[in-house]
């Protein structure tokens, strides 16, 4: 699985898509710090982006390449606000 880091100078996302979120279960205990597009949410790297690394197991662990991808202001920040609709 890719995973994409988006970060800025202020702050960092990691896009999930949303089924993987929903698979596993965890999509009611995303926050509103993190944000949606189409069909992928953005982790906000604090506290979402921990609870799902954290919710993975280690053999999914061994299979996830994370991108890193820095922008000086990161057009995560004007997507909508995660929601569960």
Sequence with gaps: MKITYHNDSGHGW???KRSVLESMRVLNK????SYQKGDSVYLEEDYDAGFFF?????QKLDSIEVIDSYED????????????T
């Design 30 to 33: 995303i926050s509103s710090f």
């Design 73 to 84: 202001i990161s057009p995560v920040r004007n997507y909508d606000r995660f929601s569960l």
């Design 54 to 58: 954290n919710n993975l197991s280690s």
């Design 14 to 16: 990691y896009s999930v």
